[in-house]
C-alpha cells in the first residue's frame, strides 16, 4: 500500500486548505484513516481519524470544529478540510491507513507528508 498526500500549501490565517491523502497499490477502504501532523522540534501527534464507513469520525481537541475528516471509499483517498487556520497548525501533515486510534502506531502504512504553513 502507498499512500499519497497532497494539497498543503502556505496560507494566511484564517484561511483554509483541503489536504487529501490517495491509496495505491490494493484497497484499503477496510482500514482506519488517520491524519497525523509534526511541527519542527516537537513530536507526532494525532489530527483526525474517520473509521470505513466514514460514519464515525474522531478529532484532536484542537482542531475539533474547525477541521472535518472525510473518505471516498470508491477513489481510496481521505480527505482534511482545515478551517480558520491558525499558526499553529503549521507542521508536516501525514496521512496513515491502519487499525487506528490516536496513536501513531496503530497504523501501519504512512504517507510523505505535505507541509501547511500558516503564516500571521
Known amino acids: 500500500v502507498q499512500l499519497q498526500a497532497s494539497g498543503g500549501g502556505l496560507v494566511q490565517a484564517g484561511g483554509s486548505l483541503r489536504l487529501s491523502c490517495a491509496a495505491s497499490g490494493r484497497t484499503v477502504s477496510s482500514y482506519i484513516r488517520g491524519w497525523f501532523r509534526q511541527a519542527p522540534g516537537k513530536e507526532r501527534e494525532f489530527v483526525a481519524a474517520i473509521d470505513w464507513s466514514g460514519g464515525v469520525t474522531h478529532y484532536a481537541d484542537s482542531v475539533k470544529g474547525r477541521f472535518t475528516i472525510s473518505r471516498d471509499n470508491a477513489k481510496n483517498t481521505v480527505y482534511l478540510q482545515m478551517n480558520s487556520l491558525k499558526p499553529d497548525d503549521t507542521a508536516v501533515y501525514y496521512c496513515?491507513?491502519?487499525?487506528?486510534?490516536?496513536?501513531?502506531?496503530?497504523?501501519?502504512?504512512w504517507g510523505q507528508g505535505t507541509q501547511v504553513t500558516v503564516s500571521s
Open positions: 496513515a491507513a491502519g487499525y487506528g486510534g490516536v496513536v501513531a502506531a496503530s497504523y501501519a502504512y
